[in-house]
């Protein structure tokens, strides 16, 4: 079983960057594919990325070309590096483990969860 926590959240101006951590215990990072997702105020929970145990990645739309989501197998860490904030990117991030096989963006694969950490965005 494996325990995720994340780190990293704050409060930004739109245009900063903020990275995201999410450290892993009782299992390393490298039996899973892991993933971000975000739950903003009054909404349900969406996916923002993924990555494969052999680094193949995915993201949202509304993400591309801003955040890079990476692992660090020795570290038991994953990252998600957030560049070129906007106010609607403010949300309680969320770090995922799931033990499929396939990349996926489905909440309801993913097996174990952290608490999460807030990014707030100001204009």
């Known amino acids: 079983q494996a325990q995720l926590v994340e780190s990293g959240g704050g409060s930004v101006q739109a245009g900063d960057s903020l990275r995201l951590s999410c450290a892993t215990s009782?299992?390393?990072?490298?039996?899973?594919?892991m993933a971000w997702f975000r739950q903003a105020p009054g909404k349900e929970r969406d996916f923002v990325a993924t990555v494969s145990r052999s680094r193949n990645t995915y993201y949202a739309d509304s993400v591309k070309g801003r955040f890079t989501i990476s692992r660090d197998t020795a570290k038991n860490t994953v990252y998600l590096q957030m560049n070129s904030l906007k106010p609607e990117d403010t949300a309680v991030y969320y770090c995922a483990a799931s033990q499929r096989s396939a990349l996926t963006t489905a909440q309801a694969t993913y097996n174990y969860w952290g608490q999460g950490t807030q990014v707030t965005v100001s204009s």
């Open positions: 009782g299992r390393t990072v490298s039996n899973y594919n």
